[in-house]
């Protein structure tokens, strides 16, 4: 709707204010010893015309028309409008621009997962090859186990039959092919049989059974038996390196070149005998061998006799010192050995005899004696 233009004109305004009442202020105690502040400053209008100013007066918004062209509604509410969907995407600018997303720790993490998983199915593996590997293992070690069993029941059967073997022999003959060393224990045997049967079965009955070692030597196995006589017997055997069994002869009759008794009787002079006997520490000192310094004594019994004789070493000699370790090492006990005792031309003492020679620490030859000794 036009509006009636209507000219523009200056209006004089009367700006002058009255003069303000005077203040007075009230002073007490606590202010009084205040300095004093001047009067305030007050600011007036402008002295340019004696307290006339001039205003600009603009005509009534209803009566005059201020602007040369005004927008339709349709313009204005165009000009509110805009594209919603470009402005959400403008909403996390900002945020994008000052926050940027870690893209290489999203790498990390993954590369991380990767390796545990590469890790764990690696574990798995290992874990799979170690099962067979205890499997495999195993499995042999049953069969291992199970040969062992049957080897070990065939060897008690070939001891079994070679104790019955032995125990029923009948001549030298058929003896001699069942023990140990037989060029040398024959002449033993021819000896030792000179006056009784060889027979001595039959095998009533085996009442133990058990592997020993010998020396460093574990081909060895003891067994107790009871024959024809009802008395209980010990047998040595050792299987050779070719499997065959032999039997200890020597051990099995505790073979002596006399009867111990009649040789601490008859003491024959001049003569040097090997004797299976027990061995310990004694004091007794006479005669020949009456010097302690000189001589080492030990006292000398044997199995199935009475009498006792005196063994005397020199102090200082191989076989005193061999015959002290045994005896150290058996905690100063008897112990079983094979010595050599000699009687010299012109011995006065009764009980005592020379030891020449240890032989050895056990009552058999683990390995054939030397014949020059």
């Given at each position: ?28 105690r ?28 603009l ?19 165009e ?21 940027p ?78 023990v ?16 009784k049967?060889?027979?001595c ?75 299976r ?14 010097d ?82």
């Amino acid at each position: 709707m036009a509006r009636k233009d209507k000219p523009l004109e200056l209006r004089t305004v009367d700006d002058s204010t009255p003069e303000p009442a005077p203040a007075i202020r009230l002073d007490n105690r606590e202010t009084e010893w205040r300095a004093r502040e001047p009067k305030p400053v007050r600011l007036g209008p402008s002295e340019v015309e004696a307290g006339i100013s001039r205003r600009l007066e603009l005509p009534d918004r209803d009566e005059v028309e201020l602007r040369t062209h005004q927008p339709d509604i349709d313009v204005l509410i165009e000009s509110e409008l805009s594209n919603a969907d470009q402005l959400e995407e403008q909403w996390g600018e900002a945020t994008i621009r000052r926050h940027p997303i870690p893209w290489g720790w999203f790498v990390l993490i993954s590369l991380a997962i990767i390796g545990a998983v590469l890790w764990s199915l690696s574990r798995v593996d290992e874990a799979d090859l170690k099962a067979v590997a205890i499997r495999s293992e195993t499995q042999s070690a049953l069969v291992d186990e199970e040969q062992e069993k049957r080897e070990a029941a065939q060897l008690i059967d070939r001891i079994d039959m070679t104790l019955r073997n032995f125990a029923a022999v009948t001549s030298l003959e058929s003896l001699v092919r069942l023990v140990r060393q037989p060029e040398r224990v024959l002449p033993l045997m021819q000896h030792y049989y000179a006056d009784k049967p060889v027979y001595c079965g039959p095998l009533k009955s085996i009442k133990a059974l058990q592997p020993i070692t010998l020396g460093n030597r574990g081909n060895f196995w003891m067994a107790s038996i009871v024959l024809g006589d009802g008395e209980a017997h010990t047998l040595v055997l050792e299987i050779e390196d070719s499997g065959k069994l032999l039997v200890d002869w020597e051990t099995f009759v505790c073979y002596q070149p006399m009867k111990w008794d009649d040789f601490a009787n008859q003491r024959p002079v001049g003569t040097s005998l090997d004797f299976r006997v027990y061995a310990e520490r004694d004091n007794f000192y006479s005669h020949e061998f009456a010097d302690a310094d000189e001589w080492m004594c030990f006292r000398l019994t044997v199995l199935d006799g009475e009498e006792t004789l005196f063994g005397y070493a020199r102090t200082g000699s191989p076989e005193a010192q061999q015959m002290l370790d045994l005896i150290q090492a058996n905690q100063r006990g008897r112990v079983s050995l094979i010595l050599r005792l000699g009687l010299p031309e012109g011995l006065k003492s009764r009980r005592g005899v020379v030891i020449e020679k240890v032989l050895s620490p056990l009552w058999l030859y683990l390995d054939p004696p030397d014949s020059r000794s």
